[in-house]
C-alpha cells in the first residue's frame, strides 16, 4: 500500500525520526536514509569480557577479485568499546540475527558496562570466534569474522 505523507506522521513525533532535526536530518531523510540497526558487531574487552554493539552505518564490498572481502563500520563512536576494542584487538565479528533474536540484541545497548559479559547479559549465548579472537553470538545466522586493518 503506498502512503503519502506531506507532515511527519504522527507514528514517527516523539521518536529518533523527530529528535534527528537537532544533527540537521529532516524526518524524510530519517527515513529514506538513516537505517536501523541491522547486527551486533562483538569483540573482547580489554578485561577479557565480550562486548557487543549494534551497527546499521555500514558497507560491504568484495575486493581482491572476490578473494577478500570488506566491511566499512560508520558511526563508530571513539567513546566506546568498540573503539578501543577494534584498536586494541584488532578483531570482531559480525553477527546477523534473525528477527526473533533482534529484541535480545538490542538489549546490549542497556547492558553496556565495561565489567559486564554484554551477549550473556542480554540473554545471548557467547561463542568462540574460529578463527578471530573475539566472542560471536551463537544463536546469530551469520556470523562474519573480521579483522581490522586501519
Known sequence: MK???????SSLQGTYAEFSRNFGFDW?????????????????????????TMQSWATFTSADHGNGYFAVLASVT??????QTLNEKKEAVINFMSSDKYEDCMKTIQNNQFEADEISASGLTVAKASWVDAPMDEECFMNLECKYLW
Not at 502512503?3 to 506522521?9: G, R
Not at 571513539?78 to 573503539?83: I, L, N, Q
Open 28 to 52: 524524510k531523510e530519517f527515513i529514506m536514509g538513516i537505517p536501523t540497526p541491522m547486527f551486533l558487531v562483538t569483540t573482547y574487552k580489554s578485561n577479557g569480557q565480550p562486548n557487543a
Open 78 to 83: 571513539k567513546g566506546g568499546h568498540r573503539h
Open 3 to 9: 502512503q503519502h505523507y506531506k507532515e511527519m506522521p
